[in-house]
């Protein structure tokens, strides 16, 4: 479909959502300053924000600085996966 302005995005998201027959739709927080939760319910689909909280790990400089990308952690840590899981499996 041809989608062009920036408001129609939550028409994609909707579209995307009824093509995979969800009901649930799990968005960042950013989105809420424009995505309108009866939107959603208007088709079914309930609007939810993630719970997300960053995980601390080491960077070389000063202190932690939250929200960077993945790209941070792998400079900082390389690729040292273990330590994340451990530490989401003792934030659940």
């Known amino acids: 479909q041809g989608y062009s302005s920036a408001a129609s995005d939550v028409y994609k998201r909707q579209d995307i959502?009824?093509?995979c027959k969800a009901d649930v739709?799990?968005?960042?927080?950013?989105a809420?300053?424009?995505?309108?939760?009866?939107?959603f319910e208007k088709e079914g689909i309930e609007l939810q924000y993630s719970k997300y909280k960053p995980l601390e790990y080491?960077?070389?400089?000063?202190?932690?600085?939250?929200?960077?990308?993945i790209l941070d952690y792998i400079f900082n840590n390389g690729f040292d996966w273990d330590n994340i899981v451990k530490k989401v499996k003792?934030?659940?």
């Open 17 to 19: 959502c009824k093509q």
């Open 25 to 30: 739709y799990i968005s960042g927080h950013g």
């Open 32 to 39: 809420s300053a424009y995505q309108v939760p009866k939107h």
């Open 58 to 69: 080491q960077q070389l400089w000063g202190d932690f600085v939250e929200n960077m990308s």
């Open 90 to 92: 003792g934030a659940a």
